[in-house]
């Protein structure tokens, strides 16, 4: 079982930037895919990011590549979002997700462990 907990998110103004993180107890990244998805207000929930944790390897939507950069801490057992040039449109839920899959991360029907949540706010 993996808990994921995320943290980091806030109210920003548009242009700022902030950096979410999400920490895993009970069982390492190692052999799985990280991912961030977004939910905003009466929308679909939105793949973002993933990063296969044993090579690094990452990628992302083009709604926010370049904007948007995935990484990891091997020893605090935690995957970040770092979200720069932020504008009002990115307000939303931000969730984290656990996988063991094989493809690249993109659908949500690949992970199998999602955090709580935290709320992007970012205003005009």
């Known amino acids: 079982q993996v808990q994921l907990v995320e943290s980091g998110g806030g109210l920003v103004q548009a242009g700022g930037s902030l950096r979410l993180s999400c920490a895993a107890s009970?069982?390492?990244?190692?052999?799985?895919?990280t991912g961030w998805f977004r939910q905003a207000p009466g929308k679909e929930r939105e793949f973002l990011a993933a990063?296969?944790?044993?090579?690094?390897?990452?990628y992302y939507a083009e709604s926010v590549k370049g904007r948007f950069t995935i990484s990891r801490d091997n020893a605090k057992n935690t995957v970040y979002l770092q979200m720069n040039s932020l504008k009002p449109e990115d307000t939303a839920v931000y969730y984290c997700?656990?996988?063991?899959?094989?493809?690249?991360?993109?659908?949500?029907?690949?992970?199998?462990?999602w955090g709580q949540g935290t709320q992007v706010t970012v205003s005009s």
């Open positions: 997700a656990a996988g063991r899959t094989l493809r690249n991360g993109q659908l949500m029907s690949e992970y199998d462990y």
């Open positions: 009970g069982r390492t990244f190692s052999s799985y895919v």
């Open positions: 990063l296969r944790w044993n090579v690094g390897s990452t």
